[in-house]
């Protein structure tokens, strides 16, 4: 009888036991992750899409400039714009300044109240033109546009060099009346504080503005609508700087004829320079903000310019007042040609970028 029959061979038993002890696979689930190895890369890693979105050029990278826009927010340079607007209202509707003495009937020299009109009668017009820019170009800004923001900042400028050359005026029968000698009670009324504080105003809030003077996700302004446009500005403010008669280019800081404020000088020299930066600096940028900003900054003169030129009131003034040695107060041809061309290219320039908006 055999003896091996009612047991297991010793090979058949290690076999056994190694192959019960080897650890089960468990089976794939929808968890585990596999290897392709077909060479071709799962549809969620293809190009062009990410997870179930597919990526196209067409999306907006500027998504939240449009949410700011529909959305009102109250912004600094809006509190600003409306007290600059407060002083220039302010020194439209009260007394400049007042002159009085006893010399009797005929002293020489004019007495009584100034009041803005007083010297030049596109004075109001042009101050409330300005003011009024600047609430509403700062009102733009709080909704995200940033047109508004530079609008606002060129018109508070147009204001400061619009007030700089009202107090220099104003100086002026102040210097003739102390000149002659005579007793003299001089009082610089509200209306000349309200104005040379909304001149200072401007000036804050056109660097207030500036801190918007970035990009807008729209394409700039055409290179060459912006280079004729900064030229358009260098005529305009070279022209008042033309001599006339036989005087010559000093006469635009020193007295040559007779003795004028030194104030008048520094009125007539700001806001030109205003002015030239407000239009070059503006046009140049190549942008929304820019464009703005050389609009706003050209208010206050292109008013005083066309009613100069045409003689819309009784007695205008243009530009930085008249040019040294005029016999009268008409603006030079240099100047109405160049602020024709502002006027020409600044609206070319908006035509554009309404264009582009609406693609």
């Not at 058949?12 to 071709?40: F, H, K, N, Y």
């Not at 890693?45 to 990410?50: E, I, L, Q, R, T």
Request: net charge negative; proline share 5%; hydrophobic share 50%.
């Amino acid at each position: 009888m055999s003896t091996h029959g009612d047991r297991a061979t010793p090979r058949a038993a290690t076999t056994e036991m190694s192959t019960s002890r080897l650890p089960v696979q468990p089976a794939p689930s929808s968890r585990t992750r596999t290897i392709d190895t077909t060479g071709e890369l799962p549809q969620r890693y293809a190009p062009g899409v990410v997870g179930t979105r597919e990526r196209t050029s067409e999306v907006d990278p500027y998504p939240y400039l449009d949410q700011d826009r529909r959305r009102f927010r109250l912004r600094p340079l809006l509190v600003l714009a409306v007290l600059v607007a407060a002083g220039a209202v302010t020194g439209v509707v009260t007394n400049v300044i007042t002159i009085v003495t006893d010399a009797g009937a005929s002293p020489g020299f004019e007495v009584g109240d100034w009041k803005i009109n007083d010297f030049g009668t596109n004075n109001t017009i042009a101050a409330l033109l300005a003011a009024s820019a600047a609430v509403v170009g700062a009102l733009a800004w709080c909704f995200g546009a940033r047109w508004g923001a530079g609008l606002a900042g060129g018109a508070g400028a147009a204001l400061a060099g619009w007030s700089t050359l009202l107090i220099g005026l104003a100086e002026w029968p102040i210097v003739e009346a102390q000149r002659s000698g005579a007793a003299l009670t001089i009082t610089r009324d509200v209306g000349y504080w309200a104005v040379a504080g909304a001149g200072a105003a401007g000036v804050v809030l056109l660097l207030l503005s500036l801190a918007a003077a970035g990009r807008d996700g729209h394409s700039g302004l055409d290179p060459w609508i912006a280079a004729l446009g900064a030229v358009s500005f260098v005529l305009v403010c070279g022209g008042p700087l033309i001599p006339q008669g036989d005087v010559g280019i000093e006469a635009n800081y020193q007295s040559t004829t007779f003795d004028l404020p030194a104030m008048f000088f520094v009125g007539r020299a700001v806001q030109l320079g205003l002015l030239l930066v407000c239009g070059v600096v503006g046009f140049l940028s190549v942008r929304r903000f820019g464009l703005g900003l050389a609009i706003g900054g050209a208010l206050a003169a292109g008013w005083m310019l066309v009613t100069a030129a045409t003689d819309q009131t009784d007695a205008p003034i243009g530009p930085a007042y008249a040019n040294p040695g005029a016999t009268d107060l008409e603006p030079h041809a240099v100047t109405i040609v160049g602020m024709a061309m502002v006027g020409f290219f600044a609206l070319v320039a908006v035509v554009m970028a309404v264009l582009d908006s609406d693609r």
